[in-house]
């Protein structure tokens, strides 16, 4: 069973920065795209940004030039640098990973969630 253990979420000040982190573990035969996601009350669950195993990397407009999406496949963990920070980027964040078990068949996780609040 695939698991997903995120940190790095908390409280900042307008214009300041966070680092979230998502380590994947668990038997499969291969991770592929890991990402991202917020979901703000009563609102879809969007996409903030995603990474390929081949490090291609997808953001949303409203974080172009502010976040960064890395991750490290030895450890099957993905990053997510948020710089300038707004009020606006407050809600909860999630880690999603999409892989395979079988070399056929396809899976994905999410992870529990973590909470950024950013203050004005």
């Known amino acids: 069973q695939v698991q997903l253990v995120e940190s790095g979420g908390g409280s900042v000040q307008a214009g300041g920065s966070l680092r979230l982190s998502c380590a994947a573990s668990?038997?499969?035969?291969?991770?592929?795209?890991m990402g991202w996601y917020r979901q703000a009350p009563g609102k879809e669950r969007e996409l903030v940004a995603d990474?390929?195993?081949?490090?291609?990397?997808n953001y949303a407009e409203s974080v172009k030039g502010r976040f960064t999406i890395s991750r490290d496949n030895a450890k099957n963990t993905v990053f997510l640098q948020m710089n300038s920070l707004k009020p606006e980027d407050t809600t909860v964040y999630y880690c999603n990973a999409r892989y395979q078990d079988t070399a056929y068949r396809f899976r994905e996780v999410w992870g529990q969630g973590t909470l950024v609040t950013v203050s004005s």
């Open positions: 668990g038997r499969v035969f291969r991770f592929n795209a």
């Open positions: 990474i390929t195993s081949g490090g291609r990397t």
